[in-house]
């Protein structure tokens, strides 16, 4: 089964500061990730896939499968993208199982 | 609207008590799933279900229990409800294939007493 690991549970940064979200999973077999956002009082939606090699918002997340890493990253954050943050491995071999780390809590800072 | 629908939005709950917290989702999807969202412990998978009439067990089923009698609805019910159980609850649906997107409820609120 696919794991991940949100090793920060709140990171604050500045308006106008780089962002990186960190997300390590371990798996058996070819990874799916996502990376999902819950803005306050909304329900959780799809930020970010990994198959997509997309820019959402202004956020991008490579796979490094040396070092089994999909980092969520921003030049440049905005106050509006402040919300929870979760990395999502997706084990779809017949038995559909979508789960989540922690998931880490982005406070930006006017 | 197309989507996925949770009931109630929030309920205060006496220990003891069976409760049943109701999902309908109008997309066709086969794959479905609850999660508790706890403060610092993140979404936890209690059940979930793959198509129609299965189900499977997810990180923390003890307590809870779903059946999926039809592609739209996938009920969860908490036979004796305790205050650990206190919780937001969310229910999502997914086509179930490699890649696409889960689409979440608005969630609900439930609190044992």
């Known amino acids: 089964a696919q794991r991940v690991t949100q090793p920060e549970k709140l990171l604050s940064v500045f308006k106008g500061a780089p962002v990186e979200l960190k997300c390590n999973y371990s798996y058996s077999g070819s990874p799916e990730l996502f990376w999902y956002v819950q803005y306050s009082r909304q329900r959780l939606q799809l930020l970010l896939r990994h198959i997509s090699r997309e820019s959402i918002k202004g956020f991008t997340a490579d796979l490094n499968k040396g070092e089994t890493s999909f980092h969520l990253k921003k030049p440049f954050a905005q106050e509006e993208d402040s919300a929870m943050y979760y990395c999502a491995p997706y084990s779809g071999a017949g038995s559909y199982q979508l789960t989540f780390g922690k998931g880490t809590k982005l406070s930006v800072i006017p | 609207i197309a989507g996925i629908t949770q009931a109630p939005t929030s309920q205060i709950l006496a220990a003891g008590r069976r409760m049943t917290l109701r999902c309908t989702q109008d997309m066709r999807h086969n794959a479905m799933y609850w999660y508790r969202q706890d403060l610092g412990l993140g979404l936890r998978l209690i059940h979930y279900?793959?198509?129609?009439?299965?189900?499977g067990k997810g990180e923390v089923p003890d307590g809870y229990s779903v059946s999926r009698a039809n592609t739209d609805d996938f009920p969860l019910t908490l036979a004796s409800a305790v205050p650990s159980q206190t919780s937001v609850y969310f229910c999502a649906s997914s086509s179930g294939q490699p890649n696409t997107e889960a689409f979440f409820g608005q969630g609900t609120r439930l609190t044992v007493v």
């Open positions: 279900s793959n198509t129609a009439g299965t189900t």
